[in-house]
């Protein structure tokens, strides 16, 4: 299903009380710390979980986050209500959604103080297809506690939908976890957020494919990686544990194979950044790419997330992806102004928008999105941490 988020409507989630978002199909969250970056890319993960056929479901996407009292905002007041509405489309300009979801809760305040769905509606190009709760809900409350987008026998004709959210993939990419992987090697945290799965990722893809992508990859670190040759992807003879080794230029000709433990922080990140890129077709949010890399490669973060999409298919939109990030460097180097989406933390909670007119004049004038955008999420006073003893 190619389409993309293009509006988000938040109310009373976590840092937004109240926020109505525009998408596209590269979108860069900026804010200070603790503004709701991280927690406006959790909305779709949270989507992710509701929609997941195999182990899914609203109830398990509350308890991940601490239930319904940690989620809803503190900006709430009187409202206990929380809400997201999404609408999707085939290109941001279209005036009427492909798809619109929305999905409404709030504890029954009474008894089990269970949390019940107070409002699911799903509309396809302008027609309703689903409204709750309906007669059932009424004679059978307990359903409330279940969405229909989770289940199969009820999401037939939205199952799209379903597919779509269940595919989002979210990355914050922790080197140390594939560097010690033998030492941790614990249970995988669901969907793997972390990295600690890519290698098993990469050993479970068909050959043609892998051999495909790691050849990408090697041509990006041969740019990137100073004195980076060759990689290739092997298994432990006496373990079967799948490795990625890497060869390095050096007085040797046949310099020593190196394996993930070994290589920086930054290499690991990155292959993990162009493996994802690669890997599937839903949405991809993208926590800090930019930590442990030179910030001359963080400058072609932009470049490098269009260029591998746009290789992988002909065609617009392939994938969607939302980044949160901090660099000066990468959102310096975006091309569209209007992809950036900045949080401004408020007394009635966060803000989310789009360069206002002035700011797309200053950009249009020659600074870059970086220069105009980013001192706007310097904390209010920062330079009196100098004063700290």
Known sequence: MAVLITRLILKNW??????????????????????????????????????????????????????LAKLRSLHARRDPE?????ELSDDPGDTVPRWRYALAFKS???????????????????????????????????????????QINNNAEFRGLAEFFSATTYLHLVPQL???????AGRLVESDPFGQGLLQRIARTPAKTQAARLERIRKALEVAVPQFSEMRFSKDEATGAPHLEARFRHWREHGAWQREDQFSDGTLRLIGLLWSLQEGDGMLLLEEPELSLNDAIVEYIPLMIDRVLRGRKKGAFLRQV????????????????????????????????????????????????????????????????????
């Open 82 to 86: 929380v809400s997201i509405e999404v």
């Open 14 to 67: 976590r840092n937004f009380r109240d926020a109505d978002i525009s998408l596209s199909a590269r979108s860069y969250v900026i804010g200070a710390n603790a503004a709701g970056k991280s927690n406006l890319l959790d909305v779709f993960r949270f989507l992710r979980t509701i929609a997941q056929a195999d182990g899914g479901g609203l109830q398990k996407a509350l308890k991940e986050r601490g239930n």
């Open 108 to 150: 029954e305040g009474k008894g089990q103080q269970r949390v019940l769905i107070t409002r699911e509606e799903v509309f396809r190009d302008g027609k309703r297809v689903l409204q709750r709760p309906d007669r059932g809900d009424d004679l059978d409350p307990v359903r409330l506690t279940q969405t229909h987008l989770e």
């Open 178 to 184: 594939l560097k010690h992987s033998d030492e941790i």
């Open 322 to 389: 939302v980044v949160s990030t901090h660099s000066d460097n990468l959102i310096g180097a975006v091309q569209d102004p209007s992809s950036v989406l900045l949080l401004e933390p408020g007394a009635n909670g966060s803000v989310a928008r789009a360069p206002d007119r002035a700011e797309l004049d200053a950009m249009e004038g020659g600074l870059n999105p970086a220069e105009v955008l980013l001192p706007k999420t310097r904390p209010t006073g920062v330079e009196q941490m100098g004063l700290f003893v």
